[in-house]
């Protein structure tokens, strides 16, 4: 069975920095595109990711809104990708979720939620002084 499991969410500051993981279990990260989404307290989840990854990590993207601050990687050996969040803002808070897609030898990056299969639970990000 496909699972991903988010994690290293918590409460930072203004300016400070979070590395989020998205970790598989039952299935190799190394044939599935993975996007990072997120939901903000009172809207609705964005069908937008704040970043994406192709399979063979060709590819990636990124929101406007986070260019220059995430950055998104991945560690096959490790089953794991990972989205580093620097320089955060308040109004980076968030629930943030990580989807998977079959995506075998592929380059292609995608970057809107109905793409996705698997999706985790989240894992909150609250950027407050």
């Known amino acids: 069975q496909v699972h991903v499991v988010e994690s290293g969410g918590g409460l930072v500051q203004p300016g400070g920095s979070l590395r989020l993981s998205c970790a598989a279990s039952g299935f190799s990260l190394d044939y599935y595109a993975i996007g990072w989404f997120r939901q903000a307290p009172g809207k609705e989840r964005e069908r937008e990711g704040v970043?994406?990854?192709?399979?063979?990590?060709?590819?990636?993207y990124y929101a406007d809104s986070v260019k220059g601050r995430f950055t998104i990687s991945r560690d096959n050996a490790k089953n794991t990708v990972y989205l580093q969040l620097n320089s955060l803002k308040a109004e980076d808070t968030a629930v943030y979720y990580c989807?998977?897609?079959?995506?075998?030898?592929?380059?292609?990056?995608?970057?809107?939620?109905?793409?996705?299969?698997?999706w985790g639970q989240g894992t909150q990000v609250t950027v407050s002084s």
């Open positions: 989807a998977a897609r079959l995506s075998v030898f592929s380059s292609s990056v995608y970057s809107t939620s109905n793409a996705y299969n698997y």
């Open positions: 970043s994406c990854i192709s399979t063979n990590d060709i590819s990636t």
